[in-house]
């Protein structure tokens, strides 16, 4: 079947496009060149509309055990926002955190086509993609979270060169099918476990000796190596604490060069001055950013409301747990591999220092120049729930919006800000940077993200609105792998999307004296550890997609 | 490596049967008889090595066709006003589908042992909690407090494995490790240290859980009390008690849900829960739920996943309600609310379905004899011997993948559940 869309202004920044008025054609799935003489079975006239690849989410709980402790947690979100079946659509519920269905259902309503879970802790990365395996319609992907490992931590102790730790690290992306690596609190989840509440950048920590900055290096240096396309997915040191912009700012510097994404920045922008010693580092990490190429940030933009944090980081999440509103908390350290931390969370604008962090979380967006190396996200559930990111939108978009709800929040908040004096506006041609193309870029997803010929045919399209909120809440057409799912923002059709990973070459004689650790240590055999394929798809609702790692020196 | 060694016989098995799931089991494979021929245990080796019997559908006890059995369970699905999907012991995929069905036709889905698990999901609904699984006790476990729960005889190697285990992550002497027992005496000698010594047992009556509990709790969080003693232990054992947990560089305490019987246990885990917190204001100290048979925890985990609730849910509105004295499967058959029962047991023949006079369904284990013949019996395999799966740890962390070991043909449940939502009327 070949499908045109005509009329259309598209937006496409992987191949320069800002706006101009195109033709597309998809085939098969795909985007495809103008057909000679075939015969076009279905045409969309898109005049006036806007024309963009499917929004790609870089950094979003949405499966593994964490979030099922987080959902258990809160039968109060499930129980005041049930979600009815349809002729077409499964029953669910919830809005903070929702039920698989749901997030499938809610993420692809807003035009986004692919989301990754960034804290697939490799011992239970089975429960990750069992989640996942159930969210429909769009693709989606883990980063194996390393940093925290006995025997990485073990590895790193006994100084075992590099080569043996790429092996390791490349070993743990196959084994539990995933696209990238993830560090949270570089050794502090294993501290934790020996009842030490602080680690920083340059302390050793405890029984291994090893600091926080070596373990970043090394991860680092391996992905590098091993040309993994997306680099370092780092969760810092000192989580919300004021006055770890030192430590973030440290952490930039000392990376050596080596790319390095930096999560939800926003939790690590904060300055320790004034009255009540909170203030924000927005503009000194943006600066950073800005002088650091090598360097991208997510910022976990906090919006107010009830949510819930879920994090593996157990050691920050347990020194914030006083905080946690319905008064109630989750914590598990889990397997010798890492941990978890589930805290509900409600975000008051008239609160200085939430007020405060809403207001870091914006200057960041409009203070680090380049919206190839910033991304938009809340940390879904940590920032706030993922189905506000319209509203997120409109206030980068809309100045005089923004500015509108500044005058809402906390005066002192308000006035110790320089949010009101931020001229910047994003136009759509950035909103499509660093919603799609430089998402995909920074993922290695060299078929998602923007519309060229061979491009996946992922698309969205909205309607010309002054309100942005309402035009990235509604679109009027998703293709999803080229099969229409979503008219009017109304699901149509379900499918169920494919699985990102990376599986980078290694000597797999390592795996011996790894067996030998799981025999000695842990209650599973290595062999069972291992995800196989075919567990990836099950009764047809799954697919894998290998993504090659780069070739060297060709960026 | 799960694997074939020589003709036959399985190597590195995994095991759906017990809450431990350990997946060290070898299992030899005669035509279509198992024998667990390591690593076996009094509730993994019978649940293993039950005989396949008779694999025919039935209407009534008639033999039939599958085709036709399906056609009759949905038909009386379609005429039900409230169905009941129970039993649920089953893999991941069983869970999937029988929520699918659920879904479709509005019912009830329960849990055979929904009772026990619920004790637990209360108890972290209402003030959350900290835990710990099976590889962490392993490696870093000092002081084990097993509160009102006889180990042994629902886990009947967790000693063995995770307490007096040869070596730990950080060289610790194992059978310098302490366990105490407060209320149930063990059973047998599992948790005797290597040299023989007993654990040191405060004993009382299982319905005086709570109030020693209370009294815990209370000097766990620094609430003077004036009283002498009780349930017959002294205030001065308890509070050396809590001086040990806090001495503990990583106490674990833990119970077995299912064994208690005495009402609202859920308040009594609440309170550990509570003292647990209390001691992780100086040490480090994790709570271990252990159960977990009959795949509870995988049917808890699915559910939750799915619909945003653990079990039991509703889908009588259209959408997943989650009440857990109303949908409770005994209460909703004495009530004559549920007008149809699916009761799936693919785990253990003997888990057979209540007693009712409502029309049932039975996706059951091939072999399975019933005392009231069922409407319908469409006998199934078992994951992890007839089929693949993944089945859950009694920690609700770890899944393990389930391997088919013999070729019976038989249908999984999700196969079974599918096929009906496929051919519905
Ligand atoms: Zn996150």
């Known amino acids: 079947m070949l499908i045109k869309l005509t009329g259309g202004t598209v937006y496409d920044p992987m191949h320069g496009i800002n706006g101009e008025v195109r033709d597309i054609y998809i085939q098969d799935g795909r985007i495809t060149d103008p057909p000679n003489d075939m015969p076009i079975h279905q045409v969309y006239s898109l005049n006036n509309k806007i024309v963009m690849a499917g929004a790609i989410d870089i950094h979003s709980h949405i499966g593994g055990g964490n979030v099922n402790i987080a959902r258990t947690l809160l039968p109060e979100d499930h129980w005041a926002n049930p979600l009815p079946h349809t002729e077409l659509l499964r029953a669910g519920s919830g809005h903070i955190i929702p039920s698989t269905f749901a997030t499938g259902y809610r993420y692809a309503e807003m035009g986004y086509t692919a989301v990754f879970e960034p804290a697939v802790l490799p011992m239970n990365a089975r429960q990750a993609h069992m989640e996942m395996g159930d969210i429909p319609l769009i693709d989606k992907g883990g980063y194996a979270l390393l940093g925290n490992d006995d025997y990485g931590l073990r590895m790193l102790a006994a100084n075992k060169d590099q080569k043996a730790f790429n092996d390791y690290v490349a070993w743990i992306l196959r084994a539990s099918q995933c696209l990238g690596i993830k560090v949270v609190n570089p050794g502090g989840i294993n501290a934790f476990k020996f009842n030490q509440r602080r680690l920083h950048l340059d302390e050793p920590g405890p029984y291994y000796g090893v600091t926080p900055r070596q373990i970043l290096l090394r991860l680092a240096r391996a992905l590098h190596e091993l040309d993994v396309p997306h680099p370092l997915h780092v969760h810092g040191c000192n989580l919300g604490v004021p006055g770890n912009l030192e430590t973030t700012l440290s952490t930039i510097e000392g990376i050596a060069g080596l790319p390095m994404h930096l999560a939800h920045i926003q939790f690590h922008s904060y300055g320790a001055e004034g009255d009540r010693k909170f203030s924000s580092g927005a503009a000194q990490i943006a600066e950073a950013v800005n002088r650091n190429p090598n360097i991208t940030v997510d910022v976990g933009q906090i919006l107010f409301g009830q949510t819930v944090t879920v994090s593996s980081d157990s050691m920050q999440q347990y020194a914030n747990h006083l905080h946690a509103y319905p008064k109630k908390w989750a914590f598990v350290d889990i397997e010798c591999d890492a941990g978890c931390g589930i805290v509900p969370f409600k975000y008051l604008d008239k609160n200085f220092v939430n007020a405060l962090q809403w207001t870091i979380g914006l200057e960041i967006f409009l203070l680090v120049d380049d919206p190839w190396r910033v991304f938009l996200t809340t940390d879904h559930p940590n920032g706030a729930p993922f189905v506000s990111y319209p509203h997120l939108i409109r206030l980068l978009m809309d100045r005089s919006f923004r500015n509108d709800m500044l005058a809402t929040i906390h005066p002192d908040a308000a006035r110790a800000s320089t949010l009101g004096a931020i001229t910047r506006e994003y136009s759509l041609y950035e909103i499509a940077v660093m919603t799609r193309a430089g998402a995909a870029k920074l993922l290695g997803l060299s078929d998602r993200g923007h519309l060229g010929i061979g491009a996946a045919a992922d698309i969205t399209v909205y309607t010309k609105q002054e309100d942005k909120e309402k035009m990235f809440s509604k679109p009027d057409y998703v293709f999803k792998d080229g099969e229409l799912i979503v008219r009017n923002g109304e699901i149509i059709k379900v499918t169920w999307g494919t699985t990102h990973v990376v599986r980078p070459e290694f000597d797999n004689s390592i795996e011996k004296e790894l067996s030998n650790y799981f025999d000695r240590y842990l209650p599973m055999k290595l062999g069972n550890f291992k995800i196989h394929d075919e567990e990836m798809i099950y009764f047809g609702q799954g697919h894998i997609q290998v993504h090659p790692c780069r070739e060297r020196n060709s960026s | ?425």
């Open chain 2, 1 to 425: 490596m799960f694997y074939h060694t020589q003709t036959g016989i399985w190597e590195e098995v995994p095991n759906p049967f017990c809450g431990i799931a350990a997946d060290d089991l070898k299992v030899k494979v005669e035509d279509n008889r198992l024998t667990i021929i390591e690593n076996g245990c009094p509730v993994t080796q019978p649940a293993f090595e039950q005989a396949i019997g008779d694999s025919t559908p039935q209407i009534q006890g008639k033999a039939t066709r599958l085709e036709t059995a399906i056609a009759r369970a949905n038909k009386l699905l379609s005429h039900s006003r409230l169905p009941l999907i129970s039993g649920l012991a089953t893999d991941v995929e069983g869970v999937r589908a029988a929520l699918a069905l659920a879904d479709y036709y509005g019912a009830v889905i329960d849990h055979m042992d929904s009772k026990a698990t619920l004790r637990n999901m209360l108890a972290l609904q209402t003030g959350g909690w900290i835990t710990t699984t099976l590889g962490e006790v392993r490696n870093r476990v000092d002081l084990l407090l097993v509160v009102g729960s006889d180990i042994e005889s629902c886990l009947p190697r967790f000693f063995e494995r995770y307490i007096w285990n040869s070596e730990t992550l950080f060289g610790q002497d194992t059978a310098q490790r302490k366990i105490i027992y407060l209320g149930q005496s063990p059973s047998g000698q599992a948790a005797c240290r290597p040299d023989g010594r007993a654990p040191l047992i405060l004993s009382c009556k299982q319905e005086e859980l709570p109030e020693v509990v209370a009294v815990l709790r209370a000097q766990a969080v620094g609430h003077p009390l004036q009283a002498e003693s009780v349930a017959g232990i002294t205030m001065e054992k308890l509070a050396t008690l809590v001086n040990r947990l806090k001495q503990a560089q990583y106490g674990v305490i833990t119970w077995a849900a299912e064994q208690w019987n005495f009402p609202h246990a859920e308040l009594t885990i609440q309170m550990l829960g509570e003292i647990i917190m209390a001691l992780n204001k100086t040490t480090r100290c994790s709570g271990l739920p252990l159960g977990g048979r009959n795949g509870q925890v995988t049917a808890n985990q699915v559910c939750t996943w799915q619909t945003g609730y653990p079990i039991p849910i509703s889908f009588a509105r259209g959408y997943p309600d989650y009440d857990p004295y109303h949908y409770n499967t005994k209460r909703l058959l004495e009530s004559g609310e549920a007008d149809a029962l699916i009761w799936i047991s693919a785990l253990d023949q003997n888990d057979r379905p209540p007693i009712t006079s409502i029309p049932t369904v039975v996706l059951g284990r091939a072999g399975m004899n019933f005392t009231q013949v069922p409407e319908v019996f469409i006998p199934i395999g078992t994951p992890g011997i007839d089929h693949g799966g993944h089945a859950y740890r009694t920690d609700n962390v770890i899944a393990v993948p389930l391997h088919k070991l013999r070729e019976s043909r038989l249908p999984s449940a999700a196969e079974i559940l599918y096929a009906m939502l496929e051919y519905r009327c």
